[in-house]
């Protein structure tokens, strides 16, 4: 079945370190995003990309990095300089005109 | 970053009653989003709606698109347990572009 897929469920990140949460998606979607979940914030974009090899930052991209090498993955970052990291981190794709689809999230924690 | 405002943002009902959300902003959109989240889940999609004006039904919601394209709402008829969760509307302007989000109403159903 197509899909976005996220991995780790659940991080947890030791101060001073970065870490890397992972998005592939099979849906052969063009544009991918990263939001991040806080408790009543709803979601908050971080980084977007259209097309391979570009992206754009959203709001709250600083203390974040992506990378899009391949059209199916889009990898983010959570550097040492994010200094509140803790949330709930979505990751979706589209495709030209159609509804962003979601999945399941990655639960990042600070040990 | 923009963000909607969707109200109310929590709503306890008893199963069996209807229920009513709604989402309004500043700026004018072309498609309007209405996604649900479960706990430790992403949103899904629920309703798309793409012309001003334009209502849409899936089983049990109706969703319509506001004639001046600021506001979209979202009506649940004869709720049951399982749609307890957290719902959000989504403006979308144009294409692979980032959607922008209301905060979530969280709908807890009381059998």
């Known amino acids: 079945d197509g899909g976005i897929t996220q991995s780790p469920k659940y991080l947890f990140r030791k101060e001073g370190q970065n870490v890397t949460l992972s998005c592939e998606q099979n849906l052969n979607h063009d544009a991918m995003y990263w939001y991040r979940q806080d408790p009543g914030q709803g979601l908050r974009l971080i980084y977007y990309?259209?097309?391979?090899?570009?992206?754009q930052k959203g709001d709250i991209a600083e203390g974040y990095s992506v990378s899009r090498e391949k059209k199916e993955s889009f990898p983010l970052t959570v550097t040492s300089a994010q200094k509140n990291p803790t949330a709930f981190y979505l990751c979706?794709?589209?495709?030209?005109?159609?509804?962003?689809?979601f999945g399941d999230g990655t639960r990042l924690s600070i040990l | 970053g923009q963000q909607l405002n969707q109200s109310p943002q929590s709503m306890f009902i008893q199963e069996g009653e209807d229920v009513s959300m709604n989402c309004t902003s500043s700026s004018i959109f072309n498609t309007w989003l209405w996604y649900k989240q479960d706990p430790g889940e992403g949103p899904v999609l629920l309703i798309a709606l793409y012309k001003a004006g334009e209502l849409t039904s899936n089983g049990r919601l109706t969703a319509q698109f506001g004639t001046t394209r600021k506001d979209s709402f979202l009506n649940i008829s004869a709720s049951i347990p399982s749609d307890v969760g957290i719902y959000f509307c989504a403006g979308l302007f144009s294409g692979n572009t980032p959607l922008v989000f209301g905060k979530g109403t969280r709908l807890s159903v009381i059998a």
């Open positions: 979706a794709s589209s495709i030209d005109y159609q509804p962003q689809h």
């Open positions: 990309s259209q097309i391979v090899n570009d992206f």
